[in-house]
């Protein structure tokens, strides 16, 4: 029955949507008269402007805005931008919107981690190890100096790099050596964090840069910024003052909430306000308030990459990825979601006022109408948190009809490429050499990546599908944020999952037990995956750049700009990326081949689009066999083709499974 037909706009009612668990919420009493984007995609009237979706819409001055068409000469802006000029500069600009979300992540990082050297901050250097290494790299000798003193230089450096003018940033000599070199050749090495958003807007304000190539030039270094830059301070920071994680078990999907206790979400991307959470929600006089209300305690759940990163630092439970933070909510059982920043939907405030609960926003950056606001600071991180768990509390008793789902999954994360060093080389040999050895043997066919958002415009679980059909052709899985999340949902970051995987790839996961794809993360996290990539290429055997390894990525149901920003730093690192369902430059054939054919000749990497799994396993082990062929690797290895009863069959053992939002495509 096609249910979209049944809801006006603004009515709510039972979406069609495929994920059980946002079914059992959204079609339940409690949730009645509730609009979420389920039901928002559903109503919408009017499909997305093709000027738009294919970046031909240009609003850079007021003599326009002006819509372009490739090729007809009438259909040139006013000042005469053409097509690729127009589409370089719309893309550039999402990269360098991208870019900043992570840059100004990191920055908060750095500066927490400043404060917290300097004995100012609740937080504690964890990790004394990573420091020393984390100095080492950065030219700082730890020779006797005190952990103190040493986190306050390496704090010092790295905020630095935010606001340096020249030079390089340095966490880029981590990369191979040829890829510095040809950083260095096509002048794309970034000089500093920051500088690299700036020169891109200027870049393409109206009347600067006019020429296709090199304005995707200035994108790849503005997102080599993030990569190399500014999202891997995020994450070498976190893990010295929260820990590197280890893999731990925990638990995803919405039954993570609990009936008798008060359920604190915390919803958004920056680790430091959750970790002040974490570390108060047991404490005693927040454990007898709860008793007071007649709750036996506090559930703290995570929503997006807040979730991943306080799942895989301290297995903490994950309600709900990006397209379930509403229906997390239309529960009812929410005592408070409190949010910092990134990928939170306006929706989330009507939602709540259906509801007893709170919606607390934390950041100056980011205010919600209809939301309570109290201000997050680093000093006085444990006051802040605990006002915001009394918050929560106080509304306990408020809690009317509700429903919470009974799925959830057991996951098994955090693989930060240290631990996936130890658990692959044993503790006293960490190496990648077992897995660089077992692609050259081809046990394991190679390494995927999947990562990014979930998006209310795709149908399918493309990336449950992917992952599975991946693992079937012996291919390692490695996933961040909210696909992370959708795939643990599946059941398939549990190491019962090996048995989907090849036979190849099973054989070396039993002699490991871990699961047959390893969760490393949330989004900023995506930079372990630069590192390990690179470990890979130092490891030898398999090339001398990332450009050789049969090493893919991608982001098949991308929402975010930070997504496109991501993306472009693996091309330019000498990945292939497939993106889908769609992308942002097909209103230009001449920027699109640029993307996905020529990129390939300058980085060794480049784009391309896909739709559903089958193309787009289809695309990337095809791109893993060619590049094994090109290592001479390429004894015969037969692709397992899926057809839709073998996918069935698959996806029959796992209860609960997939969670996409089911919307149009
Ligand atoms: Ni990544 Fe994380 Fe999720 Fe997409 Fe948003 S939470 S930083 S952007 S939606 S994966
Ligand atoms: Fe139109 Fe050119 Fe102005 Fe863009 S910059 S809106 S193409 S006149």
């Known amino acids: ?312 630092r301290r297995g903490l439970p994950i309600a709900g990825s990006f397209v379930q933070q509403e229906v997390v909510l239309a529960t009812g059982a929410v005592e408070a979601m409190v949010v910092d920043v990134q990928c939170i939907m306006q929706g989330v405030s009507p939602v709540s006022k259906n509801y007893h609960t709170q919606l607390i926003t934390t950041s100056e950056k980011a205010k919600i109408t209809g939301a309570k606001h109290v201000q997050f600071h680093e000093d006085k991180a444990l006051d802040v948190a605990k006002e915001i768990i009394k918050m929560a509390i106080a509304k306990f008793p408020e809690r009317g009809k509700y429903c919470i789902p009974r799925h959830e999954m057991d996951v098994v994360a955090g693989f930060s490429h240290e631990t996936i060093n130890y658990i692959l080389g044993g503790r006293f040999r960490a190496s990648y050499k077992p897995l660089n050895d077992n692609i050259i043997n081809g046990r394991i066919r190679g390494v995927a990546a999947i990562v990014g958002c979930d998006n209310y415009r795709v149908m399918d679980e493309v990336h449950v599908e992917l992952a599975k059909e991946l693992i079937a052709n012996d291919v390692l899985v490695l ?47 995506n930079s372990r995956l630069l590192i390990a990539a690179t470990e890979m290429v130092h490891t030898g055997g398999l090339g001398n750049d990332i450009s050789d390894i049969p090493v893919v990525g991608c982001a098949p149901q991308w929402m975010s700009e930070k997504a496109v920003s991501i993306g472009q730093y693996f091309v330019s690192s000498g990945a292939y990326v497939v993106f889908g369902p769609s992308f942002p430059t097909t209103g230009s054939q001449v920027v699109t081949d640029f993307c996905f054919k020529q990129m390939n000749d300058i980085y060794g990497g480049c784009w391309d689009l896909a739709q559903g799994a089958n193309e787009f396993a289809d695309k990337m082990i095809d791109k893993i066999n060619e590049r094994r062929k090109a290592l001479g690797l390429d004894k015969k290895k037969e692709r397992v083709l899926f057809d839709m009863a073998m996918r069935r069959e698959l996806g029959s053992g796992i209860p609960g499974m997939g969670c996409s939002p089911g919307g149009h495509s």
């Open 1 to 312: 029955m096609d249910t979209s037909k049944r809801f006006k706009k603004g009515n709510s009612g039972c979406p069609s949507i495929q994920c059980e668990a946002n079914r059992e919420v959204l079609c339940n009493e409690c949730a009645s008269g509730v609009v979420t984007a389920a039901h928002r995609v559903q109503n919408r009237s009017v499909e997305p402007c093709l000027f738009g979706k294919g970046g031909t819409c240009c609003r850079n001055c007021n003599m326009g805005p002006c819509q372009i068409i490739e090729g007809v000469d009438a259909m040139v802006g006013i000042c005469g931008a053409d097509a690729p000029t127009v589409v370089a500069r719309n893309f550039a600009r999402i990269v360098a919107g991208g870019a900043a979300a992570h840059m100004d992540h990191g920055r908060g990082v750095a500066l927490a981690f400043l404060e917290t050297a300097k004995g100012e901050t609740p937080y504690e250097i964890k990790d004394g190890i990573k420091l020393r290494e984390t100095a080492l790299r950065l030219g700082i000798d730890p020779g006797e100096k005190s952990k103190t003193d040493l986190a306050i230089e390496v704090g010092e450096k790295l905020v630095s790099e935010f606001g340096q003018q020249e030079g390089a940033i340095s966490f880029i000599k981590r990369a191979p050596q040829p890829r510095q070199e040809l950083w260095q050749k096509l002048g794309v090495t970034p000089r500093g964090v920051d500088r690299e958003v700036v020169e891109m807007m200027h870049r393409t304000h109206m009347g600067v840069d006019q020429n296709y190539k090199n304005i995707l030039l200035q994108a790849a270094r503005c997102a080599l910024a993030d990569g190399w830059g500014a999202s891997m301070i995020a994450t070498e920071l976190s893990d010295i003052m929260f820990g590197t994680p280890v893999p731990i078990r925990t638990k995803v999907n919405i039954g993570v909430l609990k009936k008798d206790e008060v359920n604190v979400t915390v919803h958004g991307h920056e680790p430091v306000l959750a970790e002040a959470l974490a570390m108060v929600a047991n404490d005693p006089e927040i454990v007898a308030e709860c008793k007071k209300v007649g709750a036996k305690g506090v559930n703290l759940a995570g929503v997006c990459c807040t979730g991943n990163e306080i799942l895989m």
């Open 479 to 525: 996933v961040t944020g909210c696909a992370a999340t959708g795939i643990g949902r599946a059941g398939l970051l549990s190491p019962e999952a090996m048995e989907m995987a090849g036979d190849g790839l099973k054989e070396v996961l039993e002699a490991v037990g871990c699961p047959p794809v390893l969760h490393m993360g949330s989004c900023v996290d």
